[in-house]
């Protein structure tokens, strides 16, 4: 490996022993994660080792420290879906990546601490002009918002897209990259200040739920024809609600229910609508299916980066011994954007 940790402890016969990483005592409030000292994971075959700078936070991982949501068996149970930092060492196979690339990439887990094992088809290289910090919010939201959307979806120029929980991290990564791909965005958000974040960001119409049924507005604004794709996080009574505020073959899309996965729905909007239900979790999937995701995004995403027409959106930044200050704020639902943790 290229980088020593800073502890001589931690070397052993000139190789790396022990890193820091984010434990949790107990499943339960933010008070229950600590840090502490471990061995860095191993670099199995088709894998790379990132010394991580950054990691961003996502719902999944307070879902994950709360007991709510497992990590796969094969998967590293410390917390972190995404991370950004410098290839230390390759695993046999891997001919893609060199020792000392600066890259981001879709952790299986792992990403809350200084190092991560990573399939090398799930890194990408770090966005022109873009800072590890930046790049560590990119992966998880763009992951998703890409599979969901232009895959599942198969959302295309001259569609119109409705957004909900559009100044979430996932939000903001879908009105920028639906905009930019001359997608009409809709957007919904609970206050005047996210309303306005998402109308920076290109959604052309975004209606505060705090004071507006989105259903009546939406078909309002389309002169009551709809919208032909919804990305969904809230789950709850906004099922039957998207449904009524489809196109005719609209497609929509669930990625999370906040508000609940079960509900009494009305079905009949559905089948004359000829609508679409779909929906999709990203952690479970393969590493040869988020190899093809990064591939696109790479195509698709990573030029739009570089060239400015869309760019990170970081509400705030903390240390990695503060993340219980990081998880708070993401749970307060105050954030515009992404929220991300410093570890270098």
Not at 145 to 168: E, K, M, P
Request: aromatic letters at 6%.
């Amino acid at each position: 490996m290229t980088t020593a940790p800073s502890n001589a402890d931690d070397v052993e016969a000139g190789h790396l022993k022990a890193m820091q990483y984010i434990d949790v005592k107990a499943a339960g409030g933010a008070e229950q994660m600590y840090m502490t000292r471990g061995p860095v994971p191993n670099c199995g075959p088709g894998e790379v080792l990132i010394q991580v700078a950054a990691s961003g936070i996502n719902r999944p991982d307070i879902l994950q420290r709360l007991g709510l949501y497992a990590p796969p068996a094969d998967a590293s149970p410390v917390m972190g879906l995404e991370a950004a930092g410098e290839v230390v060492a390759l695993g046999t196979g891997v001919d893609h990546w060199s020792i000392g690339d600066r890259v981001c990439a879709l952790c299986n887990g792992g990403g809350y601490a200084e190092y991560v094992a990573v399939p090398a088809g799930q890194c990408l290289p770090i966005p022109d002009g873009l800072t590890l910090l930046e790049a560590a919010s990119l992966p998880e939201t763009f992951f998703t918002v890409w599979s969901n959307l232009f895959q599942r979806a198969h959302l295309t120029a001259g569609d119109t897209l409705l957004v909900h929980g559009g100044s979430s991290g996932i939000g903001v990564s879908a009105i920028q990259l639906a905009a930019a791909s001359g997608v009409k965005v809709f957007a919904s958000a609970r206050s005047a200040d996210k309303c306005r974040a998402c109308k920076a960001l290109g959604a052309e119409h975004v209606i505060d739920t705090s004071l507006q049924d989105f259903t009546a507005e939406i078909m309002a604004l389309t002169d009551n024809r709809g919208v032909d794709v919804i990305l969904d996080m809230v789950g709850g009574d906004y099922l039957q609600k998207n449904i009524d505020c489809a196109a005719v073959d609209g497609r929509l899309v669930s990625i999370a229910f906040l508000a609940g996965a079960r509900v009494e729905l009305n079905m009949l909007p559905l089948m004359l609508k000829r609508l679409t239900l779909t929906g999709s979790t990203l952690r479970p999937q393969s590493a040869a299916a988020k190899a093809f995701i990064a591939r696109q995004l790479l195509e698709h995403a990573w030029p739009l980066l570089e060239s400015g027409a869309i760019a990170p959106q970081i509400y705030a930044s903390f240390d990695l011994a503060d993340v219980a200050q990081a998880h708070r704020l993401l749970e307060s639902n105050q954030h515009i954007g992404k929220i991300v943790l410093r570890v270098a």
